[in-house]
């Protein structure tokens, strides 16, 4: 096929035969186009000859992304999805993190940072991120020269400090994907979750290792790749299972939040009782942690599990079971901004499901209220906003294309 063999508009072709045109169009081979959505080229091969199911739509949205696509229509014909719709713009930082993630070198003199100020520093960062509405902003600004000074610590120490580094180099890596996550730039996300495994399997940290896997396996399920989810899931399950009996609670905690992983992943996949299955599992180490422990980087914790609940239920498609958990949870017990305002969007979901959009808008505004940043850039969020904008009835629509202003969409 060629760029004079077909005509993208013709409403006949499939799914699969529009990415093959566009890829082509660009110039770009099959195993670039699967690296940069973290898939491989088979897999590309098998869209587009229609030998696989359609992908679902977070995967769509990051095959537009990488073939440089404003309408996500454009791939599955009908009615104009503008990419908008579902995605954030890129924040005015991404350029800067890009740089620091990107440096080959790290143009650096003198002595790298003390590890213990590095340390403090990465721990400022995330209390500066749960504390924010602005959370990306925060990050922003700190971000480009942590990656900098962290890189540059772990190419300078040598021995057990080298190791200490590069798990710190690790953990470094796992803020920066918050920060690049539901943004315009999936190859940068691939490149952040690739060296934070590199550096986490280097430094022989298990609890490095295990949120490197646990925002791997968030990527990869996001890219719709489920089995590649529960693998690596799973891989990092094996290796913290020998050291969980003589875990401290910060160990426990990541143990916890790769079973609720595992409980997220059979949910999307409509694995109902396997994913309520690993709910309980990870609700039960939940309740041996202290009633005020929660994980900076994972919220695990005894008061984020109705929180989580509340999102096994919506993605299982029972409304019902999503009502009941969403009049449990309580949001503002939740000691973070972004994650309480990522709690109140899946509540919105709830609602949605359930039928009652007034709920759902007015949880909608709360979530603004909590944590603007998180809204803005939530595609489930900017989705739900412009349908209620659009089809709600005539008492919502005007409150939902306030709400739309506000976080950047024009309905």
Excluded: C
């Excluded at 898939?39 to 030998?51: C, F, L």
């Excluded at 340390?119 to 990306?136: F, G, S, T």
């Excluded at 969403?326 to 039928?355: N, V, Y």
């Excluded at 007015?362 to 603004?368: I, P």
């Amino acid at each position: 096929m060629n760029d004079r063999s077909i005509d993208p508009a013709d409403p006949e072709l499939s799914v699969g035969q529009r990415i093959q045109f566009y890829r082509e169009r660009r110039g770009m081979s099959r195993e670039v186009l699967g690296g940069l959505i973290g898939r491989n080229r088979r897999w590309i091969k098998a869209v587009e000859r229609g030998e696989i199911a359609q992908p679902k739509l977070p995967t769509l949205l990051n095959l537009a992304e990488a073939l440089k696509l404003r309408d996500v229509a454009k791939l599955t014909g009908g009615e104009p999805l503008p990419m908008n719709m579902f995605r954030g713009p890129g924040h005015p930082a991404l350029h800067d993190v890009r740089d620091a993630i990107n440096a080959v070198g790290v143009s650096m003199t003198g002595p790298p940072s003390p590890l213990n100020h590095l340390k403090a520093r990465l721990d400022a960062a995330w209390r500066a991120r749960h504390a924010a509405p602005d959370h990306r902003t925060v990050l922003g600004g700190l971000l480009p020269e942590l990656i900098r000074d962290a890189k540059y610590a772990a190419r300078e120490y040598e021995g057990p400090d080298r190791r200490r580094a590069l798990s710190l180099l690790a953990r470094v890596y796992n803020l920066t994907q918050f920060f690049v996550a539901y943004q315009p730039s999936a190859d940068l996300l691939w490149r952040i979750v690739e060296r934070s495994i590199m550096a986490a399997e280097e430094s022989e940290d298990p609890k490095a290792f295990g949120g490197a896997v646990w925002l791997a396996a968030q990527a990869h399920r996001d890219a719709g790749d489920f089995d590649a989810a529960e693998a690596v899931n799973r891989e990092g399950l094996d290796l913290l299972k020998p050291r969980v009996d003589s875990a401290d609670d910060e160990l426990r905690a990541m143990w916890g939040a790769l079973h609720h992983e595992v409980a997220y992943t059979a949910a999307r996949a409509g694995q109902s009782g396997t994913a309520w299955r690993w709910w309980d599992r990870a609700d039960r180490i939940a309740q041996s942690l202290p009633a005020s422990h929660f994980d900076p980087m994972t919220s695990f914790s005894r008061v984020i599990m109705d929180a989580h609940a509340v999102t096994i239920a919506v993605e299982l498609r029972n409304g019902g079971e999503a009502r009941k958990h969403t009049r449990k949870a309580e949001a503002s017990a939740i000691p973070s901004q972004p994650r309480r305002g990522r709690h109140l969007i899946e509540a919105a979901r709830a609602w949605r499901l359930a039928g009652d959009d007034a709920a759902a808008l007015g949880t909608l505004e709360h979530a603004y209220v909590a944590a603007p940043e998180t809204i803005r850039y939530n595609g489930y969020a900017r989705r739900m906003t412009v349908e209620l904008a659009k089809e709600g009835s005539p008492a919502l629509r005007q409150d939902a294309r306030e709400l739309a202003g506000r976080i950047g969409l024009l309905v």
